[in-house]
């Protein structure tokens, strides 16, 4: 099988699930009714059985897409010899907010010309777990998938006869033809474990209206004003597709099982909330002056903490649950790569760096002006307490490693914790020992110092006492571990060990396993940045602003030969790496070296 490539779809969403939307308006991804539901619409994943929501010309044409400025809204105009045509791909939002059932709309209009348009809704086998079938209502047709029921309505749409056991199942149809000035609407409404709301479709029109409004509200909201501002206010967007809006939380990404090369077995599910991934985006948010997403974000998680505790684990469900082992599915996977698995392997590790990611949390929620409250306290004394206790431990590390190791990032990260834990009791914000936070926050420095730098590498090291490098350690750069020589040093030699032009691996040898990781492309500039290398700072952003899809979304890897996207999609960490570089860049280099960017 061939899918297609990654870096061809373009995410939507209501604040609960995200759908995919491929260039030719096929969208091949949408889990419903949440982001974590096993999905009705997976051929992403599965090209035989998944299942897709089609739209596009009967004839040949060609395609060009955008979204609506300042939305997560996406407007692809087909044109063919005969005519042209724009469709409006929206999950629509209600008066008040996110709508209680969801609802997918695509608005079709004539410009140009006639245009026949062929559409279809084809339920998939949510990964060989249900058997879809075609209820006959006196309503409607309705689709129902396990729990889960859809309706396809529209107005002028041009509905054929459900074909209920169609040679690849149930599917519902149809075809109408545009001409200039014509607007048809197809909308897929959907409800789990409840009765099935049947939207009237002029009130969908409407919908998608008000949904624009929505986002241009929102991004009205958001403050930046500075360099590469187009796609930051896109990298944002993006983020605030993967914020799980019914309890604050944040997805690492909108997929799970695409792969990271083309042997497979680095196949993981991403749609969960690493504590490591929100605290980068609490620091963008605060810097953004988004304070709700904020404050829901940090409320849902040590909310989490405390029905989880005590121990302070890695990822948490969008939900607020522990996150399930991994389960696998004979299905084919991307371009035939499996596994396709829900649940992730590292949901147990150890990784001392969180510790760092929790504490920093807070105090960047201080330092916007805010309260921590007594219970939130306690557990920060009880963290930075325990982190004093742990940090001679072995770990997995942030990048979730088979290997239990002494690994140089994590043991930076406990530096943090109490660095921060320390300026909150010197604060007055948090009660506890500040005086043996520091005092332990020193014997780390000095450890660090001891067995991860290595002289003859000039650099720091990715496990203590080794020689491999590690471009996680180029996180300590921001959070001011390191901004002088040893560090500017390091980057050299991560430029040299890890570079492919202006991308990075994740760490030695894994080049063998995998393609380029996006985030530690801009750690590598954010880095160059802290240590006063502007120049050399401005070049590597200039240069990876372009390597985004052409809506402005990066997955989680690139390859470094042919630019193409590999790994789960859109990645939370490849937007929130360029966010805070930008911001930090903003902030330390003269703004003669930034304008025009």
């Known amino acids: 099988?061939?899918?297609?490539?990654?870096?061809?779809?373009?995410?939507?969403?209501?604040?609960?699930?995200?759908?995919?939307?491929?260039?030719?308006?096929?969208?091949?991804?949408?889990?419903?009714?949440?982001?974590?539901?096993?999905?009705?619409?997976?051929?992403?994943?599965?090209?035989?059985?998944?299942?897709?929501?089609?739209?596009?010309?009967?004839?040949?044409?060609?395609?060009?897409?955008?979204?609506?400025?300042?939305?997560?809204?996406?407007?692809?105009?087909?044109?063919?010899?005969?005519g042209r045509v724009t469709v409006t791909d929206a999950l629509v939002s209600g008066v008040a907010g996110r709508l209680p059932w969801a609802e997918l709309a695509r608005r079709i209009d004539g410009v140009e010309g006639s245009v026949r348009m062929t559409w279809a809704v084809r339920p998939g086998t949510s990964f060989h777990t249900g058997a879809p079938w075609i209820e006959q209502t006196p309503h409607a047709a309705i689709i129902r998938c396990g729990h889960t029921a859809l309706a396809v309505v529209g107005d002028g749409h041009g509905p054929k006869p459900p074909e209920p056991d169609g040679p690849g199942g149930p599917v519902l149809a149809g075809e109408f033809e545009t001409r200039p000035g014509t607007r048809h609407v197809l909308v897929l409404a959907s409800t789990h474990r409840e009765p099935l709301h049947l939207p009237d479709p002029l009130n969908v029109d409407v919908g998608i209206d008000r949904t624009v409004e929505n986002w241009r509200h929102w991004s009205r909201v958001f403050s930046y004003d500075g360099p590469w501002a187009r796609h930051v206010q896109r990298s944002a967007l993006v983020l605030k597709l993967l914020i799980y809006s019914p309890t604050g939380a944040i997805a690492a990404a909108a997929t799970t099982s695409l792969p990271e090369n083309p042997r497979g077995g680095k196949n993981w599910d991403y749609r969960f909330a690493w504590v490591r991934d929100l605290a980068y985006t609490t620091e963008a948010l605060v810097r953004f002056g988004l304070r709700e997403e904020t404050h829901a974000a940090l409320s849902w998680m040590l909310r989490t903490i405390g029905e989880q505790g005590p121990?302070?684990?890695?990822?948490?469900?969008?939900?607020?649950?522990?996150?399930?082992?991994?389960?696998?599915?004979?299905?084919?996977?991307?371009?035939?790569?499996?596994?396709?698995?829900?649940?992730?392997?590292?949901?147990?590790?150890?990784?001392?760096?969180?510790?760092?990611?929790?504490?920093?949390?807070?105090?960047?929620?201080?330092?916007?002006?805010?309260?921590?409250?007594?219970?939130?306290?306690?557990?920060?004394?009880?963290?930075?307490?325990?982190?004093?206790?742990?940090?001679?431990?072995?770990?997995?590390?942030?990048?979730?490693?088979?290997?239990?190791?002494?690994?140089?990032?994590?043991?930076?990260?406990?530096?943090?914790?109490?660095?921060?834990?320390?300026?909150?009791?010197?604060?007055?914000?948090?009660?506890?020992?500040?005086?043996?936070?520091?005092?332990?926050?020193?014997?780390?420095?000095?450890?660090?110092?001891?067995?991860?730098?290595?002289?003859?590498?000039?650099?720091?090291?990715?496990?203590?006492?080794?020689?491999?490098?590690?471009?996680?350690?180029?996180?300590?750069?921001?959070?001011g571990f390191d901004r002088g020589e040893r560090m500017s040093r390091t980057i050299d030699a991560i430029t040299a060990g890890l570079g492919a032009g202006a991308l990075v691996y994740r760490y030695t040898g894994v080049e063998r396993e995998e393609k380029t990781f996006v985030a530690c492309a801009f750690w590598r500039a954010h880095a160059l940045a802290c240590v006063g290398r502007h120049d050399e700072a401005l070049t590597l952003m200039d240069e990876l602003v372009g390597m985004a899809n052409d809506v402005g979304v990066y997955a989680e890897m690139i390859d470094e030969h042919d630019g193409s996207a590999w790994g789960n999609t859109p990645q939370a960490l490849s937007h929130l790496a360029f966010i805070n570089a930008v911001l930090t860049i903003r902030e330390l280099v003269p703004e003669e070296k930034l304008h025009g960017r």
């Not at 990654?6 to 030719?24: F, H, K, Q």
């Not at 974590?36 to 009967?58: I, M, N």
């Not at 431990?393 to 943090?416: Q, V």
């Open 1 to 82: 099988m061939t899918s297609d490539p990654i870096e061809s779809y373009a995410p939507i969403g209501d604040g609960r699930t995200v759908a995919l939307v491929g260039r030719g308006g096929r969208i091949d991804w949408l889990p419903l009714p949440e982001l974590t539901s096993t999905p009705v619409f997976a051929r992403l994943l599965d090209d035989e059985t998944g299942g897709y929501v089609e739209l596009a010309p009967v004839d040949e044409h060609t395609v060009s897409r955008r979204y609506l400025p300042r939305t997560n809204v996406l407007e692809t105009e087909f044109t063919t010899a005969g």
């Open 311 to 479: 121990e302070l684990h890695v990822m948490y469900t969008l939900q607020g649950d522990l996150v399930p082992a991994p389960q696998q599915y004979e299905v084919a996977g991307w371009n035939g790569i499996p596994p396709v698995v829900t649940g992730n392997p590292a949901n147990r590790q150890l990784q001392l760096g969180v510790y760092g990611d929790l504490i920093a949390i807070c105090r960047t929620y201080v330092q916007a002006g805010n309260l921590l409250d007594p219970a939130t306290a306690r557990i920060l004394v009880d963290v930075a307490d325990r982190t004093c206790d742990v940090w001679r431990n072995p770990d997995s590390g942030m990048w979730e490693l088979p290997e239990i190791a002494h690994y140089t990032s994590s043991k930076m990260g406990c530096w943090k914790a109490l660095d921060d834990a320390a300026a909150l009791a010197d604060a007055g914000v948090i009660p506890g020992s500040a005086d043996r936070w520091r005092a332990e926050r020193d014997r780390i420095r000095a450890w660090i110092d001891e067995h991860c730098w290595s002289e003859e590498l000039g650099a720091y090291v990715a496990i203590a006492g080794g020689t491999d490098l590690d471009a996680s350690v180029l996180l300590h750069a921001p959070t």
